[in-house]
T-cell receptor, first 113, second 114 residues
Framework: GENVEQHPSTLSVQEGDSAVIKCTYSDSASNYFPWYKQELGKRPQLIIDIRSNVGEKKDQRIAVTLNKTAKHFSLHITETQPEDSAVYFCAAKTTDSWGKLQFGAGTQVVVTP | DAGVTQSPTHLIKTRGQHVTLRCSPISGHKSVSWYQQVLGQGPQFIFQYYEKEERGRGNFPDRFSARQFPNYSSELNVNALLLGDSALYLC?????????????FGPGTRLTVT
């Protein structure tokens, strides 16, 4: 089955700097890669996603890149703000599943003013 | 529009008991998935239902079961509770049709087994 590894487990950045989180996946059949942000005590919130036929997608300060050959994808947050502090999860869905997402272990991002 | 809703918010049960968790998907969404999130880890897939049929099952024991109703709401049942079942149980909904893969999570039910 699919296995998703996420690094780093914790990331501390100064406000205004960029943050990068990387994930690798094992199943070359995976075709959909969402990123979720989870604040303490709240639900995971879908912040951006990318499909296997796209190499990069951007939404304001957030971007995701996908390298299918290397089977890895990354989340980039620019101009970080204190409200970006949260746990971020990457996930992957394979083409043979109806919607099963395999999640990474999460990255705790702390943005210090 | 209302998002995914779940009930109850919190639940405390004793080992060996049974629990039922409930989920209502976003209006128009026909697919519901259940995930277990242990503290400090990513969500783990338990079940997916679409049009009242099970479409996927994760690596969980038979003590876990679920069903989906004609209105697309869903229940997750866990029998013979163990201490290790303590977790946040999340429900996610998606349209389930076409090429829309986006899944939206509910607030979860925090289950504590003592």
């Amino acid at each position: 089955g699919e296995n998703v590894e996420q690094h780093p487990s914790t990331l501390s950045v100064q406000e205004g700097d960029s943050a990068v989180i990387k994930c690798t996946y094992s199943d070359s059949a995976s075709n959909y890669f969402p990123w979720y942000k989870q604040e303490l005590g709240k639900r995971p919130q879908l912040i951006i996603d990318i499909r296997s036929n796209v190499g990069e997608k951007k939404d304001q300060r957030i971007a995701v890149t996908l390298n299918k050959t290397a089977k890895h994808f990354s989340l980039h947050i620019t101009e970080t703000q204190p409200e970006d502090s949260a746990v971020y999860f990457c996930a992957a869905k394979t083409t043979d599943s109806w919607g099963k997402l395999q999640f990474g272990a999460g990255t705790q991002v702390v943005v210090t003013p | 529009d209302a998002g995914v809703t779940q009930s109850p918010t919190h639940l405390i049960k004793t080992r060996g008991q049974h629990v039922t968790l409930r989920c209502s998907p976003i209006s128009g969404h026909k697919s519901v998935s259940w995930y277990q999130q242990v503290l400090g880890q990513g969500p783990q897939f338990i079940f997916q239902y679409y049009e009242k049929e099970e479409r996927g099952r994760g690596n969980f024991p038979d003590r876990f079961s679920a069903r989906q109703f004609p209105n697309y709401s869903s229940e997750l049942n866990v029998n013979a509770l163990l201490l290790g079942d303590s977790a946040l149980y999340l429900c996610a909904s998606r349209t389930g049709t076409g090429i829309s893969y986006e899944q939206y999570f509910g607030p979860g039910t925090r289950l504590t087994v003592t």
